[in-house]
């Protein structure tokens, strides 16, 4: 019974030191706490709520309106769903194309700098010479793509919160400065970002 009880102890301690060395930045604890229950608060940012979409990242809950039903946020809880009403309630801003999915937010017909109609937004190119700032959304292209809030901009990388990734409210990428062109990510690279005008 007691080397049972040693090697438990053993194990558990061991568990903890990965934990803390290696899988604590990726998975806090407070979103391993709010990871099991769908629609649970996970993070926030200027007290937007990310709310918890489980591990089935192509599962939503319903649609999400506004109180007063005047506008769509998107389906609970996809990333676009928290983009919109973080825009929506932070900046009172309210997107003039209310569909599609996260990479539909990028335009790839357009200039840098140029307006981004269908979001009402600026639209700058990752690669190119204007550098991501707080409150940015950052657009990843794909199947379905993905959409993040940019909370933090250092010298050699960019903060994002976002919804729908699993246990990841808040991930880092890159930020690398080459011929005065800002390239945001490495293995993992958005198409740019969008900002308000």
């Known amino acids: 019974m007691r080397k049972a009880v040693k090697i438990f102890s053993i194990t558990v301690f061991l568990l903890v030191i990965i934990y803390s060395l290696f899988l604590q930045n990726r998975y806090p604890i407070y979103a391993i706490r709010h990871s099991f229950i769908i629609g649970d608060s996970v993070d926030s940012f200027n007290n937007i709520v990310v709310f918890n979409n489980g591990m089935n990242y192509s599962q939503s809950y319903g649609k999400h309106y506004t109180k007063d039903s005047s506008f769509y946020f998107g389906k609970k809880w996809q990333c676009v769903e928290f983009v919109k009403r973080y825009y929506f309630e932070h900046f009172n801003h309210k997107m003039p194309n209310g569909f599609g999915n996260a990479k539909d937010f990028f335009d790839t017909d357009l200039l840098e ?76 690279k958005p198409e740019g970002w969008l900002r308000m005008k």
Do not use: C, S, W
Request: charged share 30%.
């Open 113 to 188: 700098g140029e307006l981004n109609k269908e979001r009402d937004l600026i639209q700058y190119r990752n690669g190119d010479t204007i550098a991501p700032m707080v409150d940015d959304i950052l657009v990843f292209g794909g199947k379905f793509g993905h959409v993040a809030i940019v909370t933090m901009v250092m010298k050699n990388e960019i903060e994002v919160i976002q919804q729908n990734i699993y246990m990841t409210p808040r991930e880092r990428f890159k930020l690398k400065i080459e011929d005065r062109k800002y390239i945001v990510g490495e293995n993992r």
